[in-house]
């Protein structure tokens, strides 16, 4: 009887660890935190008072400056807009405590034909931090000739370089949800092909 007792533990033991080993396989992405983030953001519509800390900021950017970038040629330029002020003015919507960057790059082809689209991966990589971090984070592309037009020296924007798009990061107020607060996506039926 102890014989048997002791083989069904040692059993009951092994099922365990093997569960536990093929658990992350077996859940696949839905467990994956960088698959959440990807697929559950939503562009904030709202935002709470309350300022960014550095530190939330320093990994902002640090995930921007990790982005993909044809040749390694990291062509883009951030600029943190953190005066309350000025960020007004680029986007009026702002709330105290939101902070802007502005993603720039070469025009004219100093930064080779794919500096656009490297910066662009650039601004996705900032704006799905922000949200892993568990702020709001809103990506706007209409403020951007204003912003080279008007704003280049006080901005201090590099020579040669032009804003391609500005997001827009800050707390989020309470009770926020991305079921909630983002906008229908279309399926993969509509929008994919298999061949």
Do not use: C
């Not at 698959?35 to 530190?55: L, M, P, Q």
């Not at 960057?101 to 900032?126: E, F, N, R, W, Y």
């Not at 500005?166 to 092909?193: C, E, F, M």
């Amino acid at each position: 009887m102890k014989k048997v007792f002791l083989l069904s533990l040692k059993l009951k033991l092994r099922l365990a660890l093997l569960l536990i080993f093929l658990s992350p396989a077996l859940l696949g992405a839905q467990n994956n935190p960088a698959i959440n983030i990807i697929t559950n953001h939503f562009a904030a519509r709202r935002f709470a008072e309350g300022a960014v800390s550095r530190a939330e900021l320093d990994q902002i950017i640090l995930a921007g400056l990790r982005a993909p970038s044809a040749a390694n040629a990291q062509p883009w330029h951030f600029t943190v807009v953190q005066n309350e002020a000025l960020a007004r003015q680029l986007v009026p919507e702002t709330s105290a405590g939101n902070v802007l960057i502005l993603v720039s790059v070469p025009q004219g082809g100093s930064g080779g034909s794919s500096a656009v689209l490297d910066g662009a991966l650039a601004v996705q990589s900032i704006y799905l931090a922000a949200q892993a971090l568990g702020l709001g984070s809103r990506i706007y592309t209409n403020p951007v000739a204003n912003i080279n037009s008007r704003y280049r020296p006080q901005l201090g924007l590099p020579a040669s370089y032009s804003v391609i798009a500005v997001v827009r990061i800050g707390r989020l107020p309470p009770g926020t949800d991305a079921v909630s607060s983002a906008s229908p996506r279309h399926g993969p039926d509509r929008q994919v092909t298999y061949r």
